[in-house]
């Protein structure tokens, strides 16, 4: 399957300020890229390309005051199957999960651990260890979550949507995150593009989030909102939670004024296609 990606991001800022972008397809899905993943700034400027501690690609430029415009259009190749499953799949003991994923057990901006470890107990700790307590976590979280845009804030932690009980994809998967890490499972925050392929039900496209669990010495995606597998996944970074994968950081003012993603599934003739940018790409998002 060949899945068209991209974006167009406009921002108005009074003053320069340094920014920071995640907006690469992750290096995982590198090899899969059929047309390249450039960032394109307007207007034109230096930037820098790095790798942060999560294995992030990531950009940083200083931004002059005005209009800023990031834009992005891309080809991927999908395997066009749903999330990978294995139900006999065992936890890890917490002595053996690799030192660099030991920060994935600890409590962060968005996931309070220390405050869930009773709660989690209670809920799950009659459920069988490994993929089946898991899958608990996420029918849980979906079943007692109701999502809703207008109830979204970036203050929001684990502990919010556990008492509030509603919030957007972030909040599914930030609660789910909490609790697995409370049972010493290791689960990261992950962030990408996913569209409504195979999907009953449609609507604007977003970057969107869900969560990876390591069992069996392997990082498994999960996804507390859907709870269910998915098609089309393409991932752009992970994180402890969200507070580590913004798509774009400012250090200064920065007034979002125009927001597109575009996630669609396209044909082999797409591969001699022109390349969508600017107002062509806004033209096939609507």
Same mark, same amino acid.
């Given at each position: 399957?060949? &899945?068209?990606i ?9 003053t ?11 290096? +995982? ?6 047309e ?14 790095? &790798?942060?501690?999560? $294995? ?5 430029? *200083? ?37 660099? !994923? ?5 409590s +962060? ?8 470890? #009773? ?8 459920? +069988? ?9 996420c029918?849980?979280?979906? $079943? ?10 970036? =203050? ?9 009980? %509603?919030?957007?994809?972030?909040? !599914?998967?930030?609660?789910? &995150?909490?609790?697995?890490?409370? *049972? #010493?499972?290791?689960?990261r925050?992950?962030? $990408?593009?996913? $569209?409504? %392929? ?12 869900? !969560? ?12 507390a ?5 998915? %098609?089309?996944?393409?991932? *752009?970074?992970v994180?402890?939670?969200? +507070?580590?994968?913004? %798509?774009? =950081? ?37």
């Open positions: 399957m060949l &899945i068209r991209g974006y167009d991001i406009q921002f108005h800022l009074p320069a300020a340094a920014m920071v972008t995640l907006l690469h397809v992750h290096p +995982s899905r590198e090899k899969d890229l059929i390249p993943d450039t960032l394109h700034i307007e207007p034109q400027v230096d930037a820098t390309e790095y &790798i942060d501690g999560f $294995g992030n690609r990531c950009t940083r430029f *200083m931004a002059p005051a005005g209009l800023l415009r990031l834009h992005n259009s891309a080809l991927i190749r999908d395997t066009g199957q749903p999330d990978e499953a294995n139900i006999h799949a065992r936890e890890v003991p917490v002595g053996d999960v690799p030192s660099e !994923f030991l920060c994935y057990l600890l +962060s901006r968005y996931c309070e651990v220390d405050r869930f470890s #009773n709660i989690a107990y209670e809920l799950f700790g009659h459920v +069988s260890p490994g993929w089946s307590r898991v899958q608990a976590i029918d849980w979280v979906h $079943g007692k979550v109701t999502f809703s845009y207008p109830h979204a804030r970036p =203050t929001k932690s684990a502990l919010d949507v556990y008492t509030e009980r %509603i919030g957007v994809c972030r909040d !599914f998967q930030h609660l789910a &995150i909490t609790f697995c890490r409370a *049972m #010493n499972i290791p689960a925050y992950a962030t $990408g593009y996913l $569209g409504d %392929i195979a999907w009953p039900v449609s609507g604007p496209m977003d970057f969107s989030a869900w !969560f990876e669990v390591y069992l069996e010495n392997r990082w498994w995606t999960f996804d909102r859907h709870a269910t597998p998915r %098609i089309g996944r393409v991932l *752009m970074a994180g402890r939670d969200a +507070s580590d994968v913004a %798509i774009t =950081t400012s250090f200064g003012q920065a007034d979002l004024r125009h927001f597109t993603v575009v996630t669609d599934e396209v044909t082999e003739a797409a591969l001699d296609a022109p390349v969508l940018t600017g107002p062509a790409l806004e033209s096939a998002a609507s």
